[in-house]
């Protein structure tokens, strides 16, 4: 599918250092571990029934940081991410809206994509769309049901066939997989996160409360597609495990998205992988906070969402966006108040009239200027930004000419063209 255009990443003179960052299946934060000099992410991406709000964004800001780290450091990356352009919740808005569920998906993700492109986003290497990949989530959920670690659970009359579940007892006595592996949550917290993130502990025919739907099969009223477990569509987790070995080395270097999806989407996806390789899904799972928004945490059924694309049609300048939202380190829980983005406009202001005063290149830098030494070294300590702003505000104040580097730096590592 395709994603959106590549913001301008200038080079900077020698290597930044390789990033070290929170590992939620440690509870530490430890040097990044690339494979040579390579490294694969996966982010899941969004279910396109309503626009990018604060919080999506603040979870691609922080990814994107670590790539153009990553990539200071010498290092080539490889980025997947899916859209779910098939699941419930998008199907249940496109019937309350009276809308066809192809035409919502396609309009919200155009528009995460315009998002994505205002924010300088780096875009994903590949950027997939699950109605893209279902003959080979149905083969891989074929393999699961050869290996003993699927079953099939009955459907009402009006279905083609039997919907067919993980048997996560199964994936834990015949494979390195068990439930906790990542999240390091209770057996309690896990029971009550997988009924409010999606599960079904109480569907009659399961083996286990915690064992995650992998195939949908068709309905009357639903899309489905024809495949060699008869016609039916994805479930949620095996749907990002697909994509991300499609197109990524196993283990995967980092998995990474929001923190409401440690469980049970990612615990899911990495007891689907390992059952599928036989390899560790893996080497970082790393998640970011959860943004809140009068008083809440911000989210589509709460209806709280503060819009990239809202914020950028009343006219402020999307740099302030993304300064606002690099201001909060990504793995802090945090709330927006409105007044962040005029600070954060006021300090976009300040740096453009220091950009403004540099001398055009006339100190030709070939090292690392100071600026650059203070970035590089605030990043790679777990993608740490505010502390990165706070570099860059010192030299501001103290009002000395930046060279181009300093201004190439703000650009490459924190997505900031001060020239625009
Ligand atoms: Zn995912």
Aim: proline fraction near 6%.
């Amino acid at each position: 599918m395709r994603s959106w255009a590549e913001p301008v990443v200038p080079r900077l003179p020698g290597l930044g250092d390789l990033p070290a960052l929170h590992d939620t299946s440690t509870g530490t934060v430890h040097p990044t571990e690339v494979d040579g000099s390579s490294a694969g992410l996966y982010v899941c991406g969004i279910t396109p029934y309503d626009a990018t709000h604060l919080g999506h964004a603040s979870t691609y800001l922080a990814f994107d940081t670590l790539l153009r780290v990553w990539r200071d450091a010498g290092v080539e990356v490889v980025y997947a991410q899916n859209t779910t352009d098939v699941d419930d919740p998008l199907l249940e808005r496109a019937t309350a809206t009276g809308v066809d569920w192809r035409e919502l998906a396609d309009g919200q993700t155009d528009l995460f994509r315009s998002d994505m492109q205002h924010l300088a986003v780096v875009p994903p290497t590949h950027y997939v769309a699950v109605t893209e990949v279902v003959t080979d989530v149905a083969d891989a959920v074929a393999r699961l049901l050869d290996r003993g670690l699927a079953y099939p659970v009955p459907t009402d009359a009006s279905s083609a066939g039997d919907d067919l579940y993980f048997d996560v007892r199964a994936a834990e006595r015949d494979t390195d997989w068990h439930l906790g592996l990542e999240s390091r949550y209770d057996a309690d917290t896990m029971a009550r996160f997988f009924a409010e993130r999606g599960g079904d502990p109480d569907r009659p025919g399961k083996r286990d409360p915690l064992d995650p739907l992998l195939w949908r099969a068709a309905r009357d009223d639903e899309p489905s597609w024809p495949t060699t477990l008869g016609a039916g569509r994805p479930g949620w987790h095996i749907e990002c495990t697909v994509i991300a070995q499609q197109h990524l080395d196993v283990p995967i270097t980092v998995n990474g998205g929001g923190s409401d999806l440690v469980f049970p989407h990612h615990e899911m996806s990495t007891a689907h992988g390992t059952a599928l390789t036989g390899r560790p899904y893996a080497v970082h799972h790393t998640h970011t906070g959860m943004v809140g928004y009068q008083g809440e945490k911000m989210s589509k059924s709460l209806g709280n969402l503060v819009k990239v694309s809202e914020l950028v049609a009343a006219g402020h300048d999307p740099r302030a966006v993304r300064l606002a939202l690099l201001a909060h380190h990504y793995r802090a829980d945090w709330e927006w108040f409105d007044a962040e983005l005029a600070a954060a406009e006021q300090r976009l202001g300040r740096w453009v009239a220091w950009a403004a005063t540099s001398d055009g290149g006339a100190v030709a830098a070939t090292a690392p200027t100071p600026l650059v030494v203070g970035l590089r070294s605030s990043l790679a300590d777990d993608l740490d930004t505010p502390s990165a702003l706070d570099a860059v505000d010192a030299v501001v104040s103290r009002g000395t000419a930046p060279s181009e580097v300093d201004v190439d730096a703000v650009q490459a590592l924190l997505g900031i063209d001060l020239r625009a």
